[in-house]
């Protein structure tokens, strides 16, 4: 069974941080591409960055280009999403999601529907 487990989300205030984890079991993770979306009330769910299986290409929306940072450690199955100078408008429900294709490209990570599996999310509130 996959599992996907997300942690690390939080309250803080405009200009903090906040480091998400995402631990993955049941799957060969090292073989997936991994993504962060995010849902905040009332809005449809949004890419925010996306990881290839080696880590060797990395994706991001614009919105959080320079702020936010993904990487992974395939070792301990874990993705990460490194998230500094944050905003009000950065507060959502972030989800990990594990996608697996033969081949990965910026169109296919930034589209919900591609990927396999979701975790069920962490609350991100950024207070102004």
């Known amino acids: 069974q996959v599992q996907l487990v997300e942690s690390g989300g939080g309250l803080v205030q405009a200009g903090g941080s906040l480091r998400l984890s995402c631990e993955a079991s049941?799957?060969?993770?090292?073989?997936?591409?991994m993504g962060w979306f995010r849902q905040a009330p009332g809005k449809e769910r949004e890419f925010v960055a996306a990881?290839?299986?080696?880590?060797?290409?990395?994706y991001y929306a614009d919105s959080v280009k320079g702020r936010l940072t993904i990487s992974r450690d395939n070792a301990k199955n874990t993705v990460y999403l490194q998230m500094n100078s944050l905003k009000p408008e950065d507060t959502a429900v972030y989800f990990c999601?594990?996608?697996?294709?033969?081949?990965?490209?910026?169109?296919?990570?930034?589209?919900?529907?591609?990927?396999?599996?979701w975790g069920q999310g962490t609350q991100v509130t950024v207070s102004s």
């Open positions: 999601a594990a996608l697996t294709v033969s081949y990965v490209n910026s169109v296919v990570v930034r589209t919900a529907s591609r990927y396999n599996y």
């Open positions: 049941g799957l060969t993770f090292s073989t997936y591409a």
């Open positions: 990881i290839s299986s080696s880590a060797g290409s990395t």
